[in-house]
């Protein structure tokens, strides 16, 4: 599988000027990111297609993606999130190598997943939750993000 990854970052991500180990780098945080937003749609045992499409568009808009590099990024992340045994090898990435308001950024994101089927469960609360001590995030960063998609949830639900 890690070659499979490989190909898929040296082909499609790798940015141009950047050398090996920078250019690793960045290609692990891409997929330990995609990786917590898959985890956040699977957190209620519920997967739908709104909560598939969230991820996508997520991918896609974060990173700048092609339509055919989300997909494979995507693809290659359900993989990793199938394969880990923990949280950690995806936060332990983004908390040493994202700002304060990246990861902040990405208990949004996260959020957004969440609420994408309109409905918040507690187990995708409780995996944000432990996200954010693990990003060493504060329980205000929590819930201000939540609050804001909440906000953004409902004011897309009148339109």
């Known amino acids: 599988m890690l070659k499979a ?31 917590l937003l898959i985890e956040t749609s699977r957190a209620d045992f519920d997967v739908n297609d709104n909560e598939r499409t969230s991820v996508v568009e997520a991918v896609q808009r974060i990173f700048g993606l092609t339509a055919q590099e989300t997909t494979e990024l995507v693809r290659l992340a359900e993989k990793e999130a199938d394969d880990a045994t923990s949280l950690y090898q995806f936060t332990s990435l983004i908390d040493r190598h994202f700002s304060v308001e990246q990861k902040r950024h990405v208990l949004e994101m996260m959020w957004r997943i969440a609420f994408a089927d309109t409905h918040k469960d507690k187990h995708e609360e409780h995996l944000v939750r432990k996200v954010t001590d693990l990003l060493h995030l504060t329980d205000v960063d929590f819930a201000r993000a939540r609050h804001k998609v909440e906000i953004e949830t409902r004011q897309a639900a009148r339109q």
């Not at 790798?14 to 990786?35: F, I, K, M, V, Y």
């Open 5 to 35: 990854i490989r190909q898929f970052f040296d082909a499609h991500l790798q940015p141009a000027s950047a050398g090996n180990n920078s250019a690793d780098a960045e290609h692990a945080l891409r997929l330990a990111t995609a990786a």
